[in-house]
């Protein structure tokens, strides 16, 4: 008997293709450190200063390492789908104390200082950007400022890149997908594809635009922001580190009255602030390009490679880490390959079930999970109602005698002990106390008493206006507070604490932390295209039997998100809303995208309701959202 094939993890066949992809956007940034390295080098020579096995090679290298240090940040954070979060304050806190922000900022800062000694090494020495200044025979060397400016100069870059890299969410991997495109599940729509280098050319220019706006702008603010800043502090450490390797500068040597902030440094910290800036940004986009490309190689789907393909697609379709390749993948099979298709339909002998059952459980998982997320929002959780349950009292111990019995009418006889008079009189005073009535209204309150308040009243009329007391009124407080609320709200500073419509439906229906609306377009996609398929491919009638719970699925789906969108509240922040609102973008690709695999589905199977067991109520309702009335 044959040993059985092992299935491999979807994963061990996606690195490698994902290997190569990240070595063509390193590629990208290491020719772009070499057109940097020859701009900021020595140009004295006319051959040695872009001869790449000379000096301006070896500044390729070095300079290699800022966005190789980007690159490993990428890898390390990458996701796909927008957060999902209800406003961006939420983003804020929930980033705010990560260990991510502190790799992001440690990356950016450690290659900002590669930078900068690279290119205070590669400058000549008319720029003065050496350590020490070499005073006159008579005189002791002196600290230079001008490169400790430049120093703090791209630390307040890195400072600024890292806020930049969270606010866009450099760290998302795209996935471009709009109601116009769902609109068809045709082999001609999936066929179009931007390559990486015409998605480089479209944004270059406007990356160099924005770039050279921020490198001049900071520029300017820099001198302001480093003497009013860090300047006493990166002094005393440039200090620290110039007597550590024994340069004879003096223990007292202090700062200049007069900042270094000659022109010729401004301009060199544009420049330089520049290739920076221009760098970190077309790295970051060289990898998003090639990265979000399709889980292909050669041609081909990634789990092709494997002895046994259909298992390692479901191996990452119920893997988390790979699970948004693997439905990628899926939908691209069932869209171009047909040989795939068949593969998946005749493979019916395996553990855990035909392949074909498998892939069908995975994707109508993914969308029973809408209807699932919007019936359990809401809903209080599981550690809400255990404390909501009512709680038995527990009664305190007992620490008196216990209650009499018999004739309890009659006198008490007399006590006999010391105990039963002390507990007798004790008895008697606190009878003494629920007997008497309760005083008279206003009895020891001044302020309650009816002739307190007719003061108070010609107080208030002979001190205040009719205006003035209607303005100090709790309803007339409230409503201003309201006003200036609103307002606050309506404001760019307000903007931050705004729970809009489209962010608090889109984290509801498409999960959290991350959206799935890309698996889930996937998952729609794949199952009708491999449905419709089955007519002429499926040679077992292994997908028959599931049709009608796939019809099903695509409804409930359907009118559960066109509900929920009709039917949600608007929060109380999400001051500028309007009506037209409710229909977000990502909504209607998804209500877009179950639309198109009804049509699909009752186009095929329109015609054989009885024979793959369709009830003629799911018909004619799928009927009705597909738009096709009694055809």
């Not at 600024?160 to 866009?168: D, E, G």
């Not at 990265?291 to 990634?302: A, D, H």
């Not at 007997?435 to 009816?450: D, W």
Request: net charge positive; charged share 20%.
């Amino acid at each position: 008997m044959p040993a059985p094939i092992r299935t491999r993890p979807y994963r061990e066949l996606l690195t490698p293709s994902l290997h190569r992809r990240f070595t063509q956007a390193a590629g990208v940034s290491l020719l772009l450190c070499y057109l940097e390295a020859i701009i900021i080098g020595d140009k004295s020579s006319l051959i040695w200063s872009w001869f790449p096995l000379g000096k301006a090679g070896i500044r390729t290298l070095l300079l290699f390492l800022c966005p190789l240090l980007v690159f490993v940040l990428r890898v390390a954070l990458l996701h796909f789908g927008n957060r999902s979060t209800v406003s961006p304050f939420q983003t804020f806190r929930r980033y705010l104390v990560r260990k991510d922000v502190f790799e992001v900022l440690f990356c950016y800062i450690l290659s900002a200082w590669l930078f900068t000694q690279v290119y205070i090494w590669s400058v000549p020495e008319s720029a003065s950007l050496n350590w020490i200044v070499q005073g006159r025979s008579w005189e002791r060397q002196r600290l230079n400022e001008r490169p400790i400016y430049l120093r703090s100069y791209y630390l307040l870059l890195a400072l600024l890149q890292t806020a930049l890299h969270f606010y866009f969410d450099y760290d998302e991997i795209p996935r471009p997908l709009n109601e116009a495109e769902i609109g068809s599940m045709s082999e001609e729509r999936s066929n179009v594809a931007v390559s990486p280098v015409e998605q480089l050319k479209k944004q270059l220019p406007n990356i160099a635009r924005q770039v050279g706006v921020i490198s001049v702008c900071s520029s300017f603010l820099g001198p302001f922001i480093y003497s009013f800043t860090v300047r006493k502090l990166a002094w005393r450490t440039s200090l620290l580190w110039a007597r550590f390797f024994r340069y004879d500068i003096p223990h007292g040597a202090e700062l200049s009255i007069l900042p270094p902030y000659h022109i010729s440094l401004i301009v060199r910290s544009a420049i330089s602030g520049f290739l920076l800036l221009f760098l970190w940004r077309v790295s970051n986009l060289a990898f998003t390009v090639y990265v979000s490309q399709e889980p292909l190689k050669r041609g081909q789907p990634v789990s092709q490679d494997s002895r046994d393909p259909n298992g390692v697609l479901i191996n990452g379709l119920y893997s988390k880490k790979s699970l948004t390749f693997a439905f990628w993948e899926l939908a691209l099979i069932s869209r171009r390959y047909p040989d795939r298709r068949k593969l998946i339909f005749r493979d019916i002998d395996r553990a855990g079930g035909p392949t074909w059952s498998q892939i069908s459980s995975a994707c109508l998982q993914k969308i029973e999970g809408v209807n699932v997320r919007i019936t359990a929002y809401g809903q209080p959780s599981a550690q809400q109602q255990a404390q909501s349950r009512p709680q038995e009292v527990q009664s305190l111990p007992r620490i008196g005698t216990p209650l009499k019995e018999g004739q309890v009418l009659m006198d008490p006889p007399p006590p006999s002990s010391r105990r039963e008079m002390v507990e007798s009189r004790i008895g008697s005073f606190a009878k003494s106390i629920g007997n008497n009535p309760p005083p008279p209204s206003g009895y020891g309150n001044p302020i309650s008493s009816p002739k307190t308040q007719q003061y108070l009243e010609a107080a208030r009329n002979k001190l205040l206006t009719r205006e003035q007391q209607q303005a100090i009124t709790p309803a007339h407080v409230q409503s201003q507070f309201n006003i200036y609320t609103t307002r606050f709200l309506q404001s760019w500073f307000g903007h931050p604490f705004r729970q809009t419509f489209a962010r608090r439906i889109e984290s509801v229906v498409f999960g959290q932390p991350f959206s799935e609306l890309a698996s889930i377009v996937d998952a729609v996609e794949s199952l009708t295209n491999l449905t419709t398929a089955s007519i002429k491919e499926d040679d077992y009638g292994m997908v028959a039997k599931d049709i009608p719970r796939i019809l099903r699925t695509f409804i409930l789906a359907y009118q559960s998100l066109e509900r929920f969108t009709a039917t949600l509240p608007v929060h109380w922040t999400d001051v500028q809303f309007s009506e037209e609102e409710r229909q977000t973008e990502d909504v209607l690709v998804l209500l877009s995208a179950l639309r198109c695999g009804l049509r699909e589905l009752v186009s095929s199977f329109g015609g054989f309701e009885a024979e793959v067991g369709i009830e003629k109520k799911d018909m004619r309702v799928a009927k009705g959202i597909a738009g096709m009335g009694d055809q």
